[in-house]
């Protein structure tokens, strides 16, 4: 890594030293620099180098690399637009299952009959004095109510996070719940169902933060049920991780799952009428295009 800055001329030189193909003009050329950053970039021209030096395979364009930084820009808006709708789903079963079966406990969510201790432990951490003053709601219901120290959990649960819930979901004693929450999304088993929450939220938390997409690897692999085939058996890949949350979809709303398969298929086969993208979504991210 250089340790000195550069600017953007000389990063156009530096590029056209490796033998890259700057097929666009240098002005738009140093304006896409500008606005995206070289940086960022080197994400999305790393897998066109060939060697330790940085060097460009032969015949690698500028216009490929910003076109595989786009389909990834695309996928991301996508995947974050129908992941939300699975984080909203599951958010509301979870508090709407657990408070009605502690109807007595509108704060169950701190009571160690209902969940692990070392969740109740930990609890405060999310629970401080930022998260009051922050969320209008929980400072407008400590006002009102000056003695409670927390607020019943539909109020205090719509502001934690797809990976907080999920953790509070893990979190809970009763087998029972947990069971009739996953049944809820066709999945029978609670660890393959956390399995596959685990992989939306992993995708969720890499779209939130602006990471490369097209490559992406789920860590632990994703478990196997009946009703869903991977391409080549790759449990890790971001098809099976998109598979995933197709799957979970249809059993929101079967005219979302339609809307999400269709958008992920037009945007994939758009942009495969260039022969080098269509590389890294068959090699990188596992997709296999239908004949049509």
């Known amino acids: 890594m250089g340790k000195e800055a550069t600017n953007a001329d000389r990063q156009i030189e530096i590029l056209s030293e490796r033998n890259m193909d700057l097929d666009w003009d240098t002005d738009k050329i140093k304006e896409v620099l500008l606005d995206i950053g070289y940086y960022r970039l080197g994400f999305y021209w790393n897998p066109f180098e060939v060697d330790d030096s940085h060097n460009f395979r032969e015949g690698t364009k500028f216009s490929d690399v910003i076109a595989l930084y786009y389909l990834d820009a695309d996928l991301r808006k996508i995947l974050s637009r129908y992941i939300n709708r699975i984080e909203i789903n599951f958010r509301t079963k979870v508090v709407y299952y657990a408070s009605n079966i502690n109807k007595k406990s509108p704060t169950w969510f701190i009571d160690s009959q209902v969940v692990s201790q070392k969740y109740v432990d930990d609890f405060p951490s999310f629970y401080d004095d ?19 120290k927390y607020a019943p959990a539909w109020k205090t649960l719509e502001f934690f996070t797809f990976g907080a819930i999920l953790k509070l979901y ?29 992989t939306i939220v992993h995708v969720r938390n890499v779209c939130a933060h602006g990471g490369v997409l097209f490559d992406l690897k789920v860590p632990l692999g994703i478990a196997k049920i009946p009703d869903l085939n991977f391409n080549d058996n790759n449990r890790h890949s971001l098809d099976s991780a998109i598979k995933v949350i197709s799957y979970i979809l249809g059993h929101i709303s079967n005219s979302r799952k339609e809307e999400f398969d269709e958008a992920i298929d037009s945007l994939l086969t758009n942009n495969a009428k260039n022969p080098v ?10 997709y296999h295009f239908q004949n049509k």
């Open 130 to 148: 930022d998260f009051k003053k922050n969320n209008q709601v929980i400072k407008k219901h400590h006002k009102k109510y000056i003695n409670d």
């Open 170 to 198: 893990k979190s809970l004693r009763e087998e029972k719940t947990k069971n009739r929450i996953s049944k809820i999304y066709n999945i029978l088993n609670i660890n393959k169902f956390e399995n596959f929450m685990n």
């Open 277 to 286: 993208i269509k590389e890294f979504i068959t090699n990188k991210m596992g």
